[in-house]
Each structure stands twice: as structure tokens, then as C-alpha cells.
């Protein structure tokens, strides 16, 4: 009897050795969805971790990369302003609105804007009856040029509200030999072409509508320009006076007389402008004018045309001036 007891005994040992875990366990790191656990036995430790977040961007509001879970709003677009090559777009999803920037007319024509300097230019001069021009036998004029003297270029505020006033001041001496190997004489009249400027928008390429006048009186000149969705004035009062510079006939031999011929145009353009407005032009041809043109001081109509700031000719024959640069 004793020795069954002893045997009971013992097996009661072994069956309570196999009632713990009876393995090692096999961790799993906690995440916000559960607590550390053995991936054998299911036995969990600790708690929950905190959520992993990832940062919102444009497209998606904060997020947790393991459960999921979102917080808040998705953030703003990061944008980059439109070029002349692509839309406005955003540099974090890559969205786009709207389209490229129009090309400017300068840059699509290459303009280059220059400094205002003194300058000598080619001028045409002629003889006229009045009313057209003539040749008179016997005489012929040689054409010197015209000489351009800039002075102080100022700005004050305009009249009109949030518009600025740049008063550009210049002086042009013309100077000319004419020539009498005639035997008549008599009377005669001369009419000339000089350079003057014109003025446009460097953006749009159009040129404010304009006529010639050299009389002692002011002329006034605008247009509305647009140019991505906004509307401007630019306008241009000019004030020419006129003073001719008589001289005396000289005998340079038997029978050919030589008289200089000098004509001094003083003017000023006073240019009115948007503050911060930087399209507003000047022009003028570097090769001054090859003909005389006569202008008739009845006709001052000012037709509102298409016209271009190059007009069909070549960039290199003319100088361009950012009319807010003559300021800085």
C-alpha cells in the first residue's frame, strides 16, 4: 500500500509542472492598436504605444500610418507663382490652376531697355511751296543732324489718383547748309523730319495712337492698355516750341551762295502713369528719318489703330526707354 501512494504522489508533481506558459515567449512591439504581445500565446504586457503620425499635407490630413486614424484638416497649398513656361503650381502635390503668363511683348521681341543719354540722329529736310515739296533748280540742301540734349527728368504726384506725373525735358538743334547756284532767287521754304518719340506699353507692344505737331501749342495723348486681367491709362501731355535761327546768305564763289540753316525744337513730354506701373515706353528711331514727310497742321485726328511698338521693323533700329527707370 505504501508504495502505490509514493507513485500517486509523483505524477501529481508532473501534472503541475505543465500548466505554465511551458515556452518562451515571442514578442510583438506595442502599437496604438494593442499592447506589447506574444505572438505564440497571445499574452499581452504594458500598454498601447502612442499613435504614429504623419504630418498632413495638401491632399490628406494627419494620419496615423498604422490604424489610420486622421486628426484635423488637410493643410494649404504651397504655391508657386505662374511663369511664362507653367501654370501656378503647387511644390508639395503637384496641383496646377489656370495657365502659363502671357509673354510679354519685350521678351517675346528680346527689347532691351537703354539709359537716356544726349545723342546725335539723321534728320530729312526739304523745299516746299507750302503745301507739298518741291525741288528749285539750282539749289539743294546738305543735312547735318539733330542734335538731342536731355535735362532734368522729374516726377510728382498726378492729378489723377494713383497715378504719378514724369516730366521729360528735352532740347533738339537741327542744323543744315543750303545751297544757291540759281540765277533767279527769290523766296523759298523749307520743311523738315526729325526724330521724336513715341510711346507704348513694353507688355502689350501697342503704342499709344499719336500725331506730329510742331506748333507752339500742346497736344495730349492716351489709351487704355490690358494686360492679365488688369486695365490702365497711360496718357502723355507734349509741349513743343519751335525757335528758328536766321542767318545770312554768304558768297562762297562767282555764282554759288551758302546759307546755314538752324532750327532749335524745345520739348517736354509730361508722361502720366500708375504708381509701380513699369510698362510705360519711349521709343525713338536710331536712324532718324530718311525722307521728309509733310504734315498738314489742319488735320489733328488721332486714330485709335493697332499699332506695334516695332510696327513691322527691326528691334536694333530703334532705342527703348522703361519710362519709371528715368526716375530711379
Known amino acids: 500500500m505504501r508504495k502505490k501512494a509514493l507513485t500517486i504522489a509523483a505524477l501529481c508533481i508532473v501534472a503541475v509542472g505543465l500548466t505554465a506558459c511551458g515556452h518562451e515567449h515571442v514578442w510583438k512591439e506595442a502599437t496604438c492598436l494593442a499592447p506589447r504581445t506574444c ?3 497571445g499574452q499581452t504586457e504594458g500598454e498601447a504605444a502612442d499613435h504614429q503620425w504623419v504630418d498632413a499635407t495638401c491632399e490628406k490630413a494627419k494620419y496615423c500610418e498604422v490604424c ?8 494649404d497649398h504651397e504655391w508657386i507663382d505662374a511663369t511664362y513656361t507653367a501654370p501656378k503650381t503647387c511644390s508639395l502635390c503637384g496641383l496646377t490652376e489656370g495657365e502659363p503668363l502671357a509673354e510679354p511683348y519685350y521678351l517675346k521681341n528680346e527689347l532691351t531697355f537703354d539709359r537716356l543719354t544726349d545723342m546725335e540722329l539723321p534728320f530729312a529736310i526739304g523745299f516746299s511751296d507750302g503745301e507739298k515739296l518741291v525741288k528749285i533748280e539750282g539749289m539743294w540742301i546738305e543735312t547735318g543732324s539733330a542734335s538731342f540734349t536731355f535735362g532734368e527728368i522729374t516726377s510728382q504726384p498726378s492729378t489723377k489718383e494713383g497715378y504719378i506725373d514724369i516730366i521729360i525735358p528735352w532740347e533738339t ?12 532767287g527769290g523766296g523759298y521754304k523749307v520743311n523738315y523730319t526729325f526724330p521724336s518719340f513715341a510711346i507704348g506699353d513694353c507688355y502689350t507692344g ?8 510742331y506748333n507752339d501749342d500742346v497736344v495730349e495723348y492716351g489709351k487704355d492698355f490690358e494686360w492679365e486681367g488688369n486695365t490702365y491709362s497711360v496718357s502723355y501731355k507734349k509741349e513743343v516750341n519751335l ?5 545770312e546768305w554768304e558768297l562762297q564763289s562767282e555764282k554759288l551762295w551758302h546759307k546755314p540753316w538752324r532750327s532749335k525744337v ?41 499699332q506695334y511698338l516695332l510696327d513691322g521693323h527691326d ?5 527703348f526707354y522703361r519710362v519709371s527707370d528715368l526716375i530711379k
Open 39 to 41: 505572438s505564440e500565446c
Open 68 to 75: 489610420g486614424k486622421e486628426e484635423g484638416k488637410p493643410s
Open 173 to 184: 538743334n537741327l542744323s543744315a547748309e543750303i545751297y544757291d547756284a540759281s540765277d533767279g
Open 206 to 213: 501697342l503704342q499709344i495712337p499719336e500725331r506730329s505737331s
Open 243 to 247: 525757335e528758328k535761327i536766321s542767318t
Open 266 to 306: 524745345s520739348t517736354t513730354y509730361t508722361v502720366t502713369i500708375p504708381k509701380d506701373y513699369d510698362g510705360a515706353t519711349l521709343v525713338i528711331s536710331k536712324n532718324g528719318s530718311a525722307e521728309v514727310s509733310f504734315e498738314s497742321s489742319v488735320d489733328k485726328t488721332i486714330e485709335d489703330k493697332e
Open 315 to 319: 528691334k536694333d533700329e530703334y532705342f
